[in-house]
């Protein structure tokens, strides 16, 4: 069973620029920030994730989750019996769900909708509480009705709210994650999606702005690359903001464990120009971002 959630924006939306590399994390934990004492029940107990009904979601859930699902036992369940698999046992279990959440623009005519996945986690007790520990959106595909998921969005979802529980059991700040990534984005080669280019970018241009290893891709190879954890890439990927506009923010990703080693133009506003597609400004602040991260790594040694 695939649950919708619509929200409606009123008026108008401004997104404001934190420093790019920590945009991303802040504006996950800053709608819901998990607390280290609900993490640690998560670990303790059984994660009930639970299937859509959707064979193009379910089965790239099944394929992901326990290649790096490593923080908590496991257990896969139709939707539709996740309330009897946890009666009388609720303390025993915490819920993955994956809800489409559907964005429309209040009071505008033929507004733009946005729609796209959101993972969250509950505990069993907390099941029907719309609040959730910590949850991550990603973008999902439509073709007549039918509902798909590539492998590299559930990598990037699940990876998302593995390394915040992590970080939160550790006591790591966010400082300490960028000392962590330092270093990295040079010693990977950075996987570019060809189809997610922008007009008159080309390889030779990306030369000329991006001065580390780089490959011109499909997707199949960074699904690939993700499922085996390669350590020898990293890759760049959109993850929608929640506005009816369907911004995404571009992150870069490394294929050995999820964590974020730079990010790109951040959107300062309603009036600013904005593209998804990956253009110059975009290339521009994947270094000036990941320079900008360094130099604050070097300052914490």
Request: glycine share 4%; with cysteine; charged share 30%.
């Amino acid at each position: 069973m695939k649950k919708r959630i619509t929200t409606v924006l009123l008026g108008f939306l401004f997104v404001f620029s934190f420093t790019a590399v920590a945009q991303s994390n802040r504006a996950q934990s800053a709608r819901f920030p998990a607390k280290k004492s609900d993490v640690q029940k998560v670990k303790e107990r059984t994660l009930l994730v639970a299937l859509t009904g959707s064979p193009g979601v379910d089965e790239s859930l099944k394929k992901v989750i326990p290649q790096i699902w490593d923080f908590s036992e496991t257990e896969f369940v139709a939707a539709d019996n996740i309330a009897s698999v946890m009666d009388g046992n609720k303390k025993e279990y915490a819920v993955l769900s994956s809800n489409i959440i559907t964005i429309k623009q209040a009071a505008t005519i033929g507004s733009p909708v946005s729609e796209y996945l959101r993972f969250a986690i509950r505990l069993a007790e907390k099941y029907q509480k719309r609040k959730s520990i910590y949850y991550q959106d990603v973008i999902i595909n439509q073709k007549d009705d039918n509902i798909y998921l590539e492998p590299r969005e559930v990598y990037v979802g699940i990876y998302k709210i593995l390394n915040h529980y992590e970080a939160k059991l550790e006591n790591e700040k966010l400082m300490d994650a960028f000392v962590k990534n330092a270093g990295k984005l040079e010693k990977r080669t950075l996987l570019i999606q060809k189809d997610l280019l922008d007009k008159g970018i080309t390889k030779s241009k990306i030369a000329e702005i991006y001065p580390y290893p780089f490959e011109l891709v499909e997707p199949a190879k960074i699904d690939k690359a993700v499922m085996d954890q390669d350590e020898k890439y990293a890759f760049v990927h959109l993850v929608p903001v929640g506005t009816a506009t369907n911004m995404m923010m571009h992150e870069i990703y490394d294929c050995k464990d999820g964590q974020i080693l730079t990010s790109g133009e951040a959107n300062n506003g309603a009036f600013d120009r904005y593209s998804n597609l990956i253009n110059k400004d975009h290339l521009k602040a994947y270094v000036k971002n990941y320079d900008r991260l360094n130099r604050w790594a070097e300052k914490r040694k």
